[in-house]
C-alpha cells in the first residue's frame, strides 16, 4: 500500500469560531495539524491583547492534548506603536479585511488611504508582524481579487520590510505578483485547487462550494496547481476552512466557507500523488510556511495511506467538503 509522511503539517489560514462550534471543530484540525493561524473574525473581532490572550486558551481548551499550536491574529485596524508592542509576542499576524467583505468583516478598512494606514504598517514593518490580507474589492463577484492587485502592490512597494501574505488567492492575476515583490507571499486553500466557477454553479447549485473569494476559471485553477505542486518557496497551505452551520449554508442567503479541515491532509495527498509530485506536500505544507513566519512547531508525524475512505456526511452540524463522497487517501496514523 503506498504511504506518504508529513511532518508538523501547518494550516497557515483557519477559522475555529468560537463556543460550541469552535468545541466542535478545532479537535479535528489539532488531529492532524501541528498548529494553525488562527482567524480573528469573531463577532466582535479579536482586537485587544485581552482577547488573544482569552481567545487562545478557550482554543486550547477545546483541543484534547498539548501538540497543537494555534498560532493568534489580531483584526487589522489603525493600531498606535505603543499597542503593537504590547500585542507584538501573543500574536503571529495582523488580519485585514476590507469592510464588509467577507463574514464578520464589517469592522475591517474602509478606504485603502495609505497615509492613514502608514503608523500601523510602520510599525508592524519595525516590529516584524506579518500582515495577512483578504484582497477583494467590492467589484463584480469574478474580479475582486485581480482588482485588488493595485492595493497590494501600494502596499507591498510602500512598506518594502512588511511581510504581506495574499490570502486564499485564487486567480492567475495573484499567482504572477509573487514574482514581482520580494516581500508578498500567499496561502493556498485545498478547495481552490480542486473546484472552478463551475463547480459553485455551472449545474445545481453547491452550497457547500460556495465561499470566498468564490472559485475562478480554470486557467487561474492551472496556475494554483502549478506553485502549489511546485510547493514554490512564497506560497503555503492555508486551508480557509470555515465551518458554519447546516442551517446557514443550505439556505435562503448561503454563508461563505468551505468546511475542509478534517480532510484537508488526504485531500492534498490526493491532488500531489496524481500529478506525481508527493515529495513536494512537505514543503507546501510545512516547510515553507516555518521559513516564511520563523516558526518551529511541536514534532508530529502523520502517516497517509492510499485507501479509499468516505467523507461522513456531517460533523456534527457541520458539512465538509465532498461529504458522503469517496476520496482515495486517508490517514494512517498520528505520531
Ligand atoms: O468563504 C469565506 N468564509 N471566506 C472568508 O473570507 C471568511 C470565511 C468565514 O469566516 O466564513
Ligand atoms: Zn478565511
Keep these: 500500500m503506498k504511504t506518504h509522511t508529513l511532518l508538523m503539517p501547518l494550516d497557515m489560514h483557519l477559522h475555529l469560531r468560537d463556543g460550541v462550534m469552535l468545541e466542535q471543530v478545532a479537535p479535528l484540525s489539532a488531529y492532524t495539524f501541528s498548529g494553525a493561524i488562527v482567524m480573528p473574525n469573531l463577532v466582535p473581532p479579536v482586537s485587544t491583547v485581552e482577547d488573544v490572550k482569552a481567545y487562545k486558551q478557550r482554543i486550547m481548551a477545546a483541543v484534547p492534548n498539548d501538540y497543537f499550536e494555534p498560532y493568534m491574529t489580531l483584526f487589522y485596524k489603525n493600531y498606535d506603536k505603543r499597542f503593537l508592542e504590547s500585542v507584538k509576542d501573543h500574536i503571529l499576524a495582523i488580519k485585514l479585511y476590507p469592510a464588509g467583505i467577507t463574514t464578520n468583516s464589517e469592522g475591517g478598512v474602509s478606504s485603502f488611504n495609505i497615509e492613514e494606514m502608514r503608523p500601523t504598517l510602520e510599525a508592524m514593518s519595525e516590529l516584524g508582524i506579518v500582515l495577512c490580507v483578504h484582497g477583494e474589492t467590492d ?51 485545498v478547495h481552490h485547487l480542486l473546484l472552478t466557477l463551475d463547480d459553485v454553479v455551472g449545474g445545481m447549485m ?92 511541536e514534532f508530529k508525524e502523520i502517516v497517509l495511506e492510499e485507501r479509499e475512505f468516505e467523507v461522513p456526511a456531517i460533523y456534527g452540524n457541520v458539512v465538509p467538503l465532498y461529504g458522503g463522497k469517496k476520496i482515495k487517501w486517508a490517514i494512517q496514523s498520528v505520531e
Design 139 to 189: 467589484g463584480f463577484v469574478m474580479d475582486r481579487e485581480a482588482e485588488f492587485m493595485s492595493i497590494y502592490e501600494m502596499l507591498a512597494s510602500n512598506f518594502p520590510n512588511l511581510k504581506i501574505i495574499m490570502e486564499h488567492i485564487t486567480t492567475k492575476a495573484a499567482v504572477d505578483m509573487l514574482e514581482r515583490y520580494p516581500n508578498l507571499y500567499a496561502t493556498i486553500t
Design 206 to 297: 453547491m452550497p457547500h462550494h460556495f465561499c470566498k473569494p468564490i472559485a475562478k476559471r480554470p486557467e487561474d485553477k492551472e496556475a494554483l496547481l502549478k506553485v502549489a505542486l511546485d510547493a514554490h518557496p512564497k506560497v503555503m497551505f492555508g486551508s480557509d476552512s470555515a465551518p458554519h452551520p447546516i442551517s446557514k449554508k443550505e439556505a435562503c442567503g448561503c454563508a461563505a466557507g468551505v468546511f475542509t479541515a478534517p480532510i484537508a491532509l488526504q485531500l492534498l495527498c490526493e491532488i500531489f500523488d496524481k500529478y506525481g509530485k508527493l515529495e513536494n506536500l512537505q514543503a507546501f505544507v510545512s516547510d515553507n510556511a516555518q521559513n516564511i513566519y520563523g516558526i518551529c512547531p
